[in-house]
């Protein structure tokens, strides 16, 4: 009988074509929607007896959630397992963050499993297979510097007339919702996404202290 390694493999090679979301908002590229990654990893697990239970692990923090997903598979069959670690994502601090959060780290549990290529820079999606092996072009990655770059200075056009620091967070907190699908892919790349951390900081931090001068005027 195949052990759960050759299933999750053939399960792998098997799955069908993630299609993109249309692009919204201003959004740079097409959304990769956590139900059209999950409506293809079940059909390929299902098809070879497998199942996924995950566990959900949750840390808030003053300005976030932060959600740990760890996936089981089973085999339905030989009662076998594989866990799949290390997927996780940052929410926001209002009724939808712990629930995007955990949405957002199942998918990437869903792609590490079948081990399947994104197509994060082809908007149409494209049929999902395993990588490639060493010494195939690697293949095009989002370049988050570049995301990074751009909410930096969305960062700095919010911060430009702001006179205090509760203002600026409540306009932060506008723009976070609409460039949400540019943050996700931030902070995928830690370097990045704590380059816009401490700019976020000591933007915030500079307008504190605009305002305590401001008020020793006064």
């Not at 994502?89 to 079948?114: I, P, Q, V």
């Not at 976070?176 to 700019?199: A, G, M, T, W, Y």
Request: hydrophobic share 30%.
């Amino acid at each position: 009988m195949s052990n759960i390694y050759n299933k999750l493999s053939k399960a792998s090679q098997s799955a069908d074509k993630v299609i993109k979301a249309p692009k919204k908002g201003g959004m740079p590229f097409n959304a990769l929607m956590h139900d059209a990654v999950q409506k293809v990893a079940m059909e390929a697990l299902h098809e070879h007896g497998l199942y996924p239970v995950c566990n959900y692990e949750n840390n808030i923090t003053d300005r976030y959630v932060f959600v740990k997903c760890e996936m089981t598979i089973h085999d339905t069959e030989t009662k076998e397992q594989i866990v799949i670690h290390g997927c996780s994502a940052l929410g926001n601090l209002d009724k939808y963050g712990t629930g995007n959060a955990m949405s957002y780290s199942r998918k990437y549990a869903f792609l590490n499993a079948l081990n399947l290529e994104t197509g994060l820079d082809n908007d149409d999606g494209y049929k999902a297979k395993p990588f490639k092996s060493p010494g195939v072009a690697a293949i095009p990655k989002t370049d988050t510097t570049k995301l990074a770059n751009d909410w930096i200075n969305k960062l700095n056009e919010i911060a430009k007339d702001e006179t205090s620091p509760n203002k600026f967070e409540k306009n932060y907190q506008i723009q976070v919702k609409e460039f949400e699908s540019e943050l996700n892919q931030i902070k995928l790349d830690p370097i990045e996404d704590l380059r816009v951390e401490k700019e976020y900081t000591k933007l915030k931090s500079q307008i504190q202290n605009k305002q305590g001068k401001n008020n020793g005027r006064l």
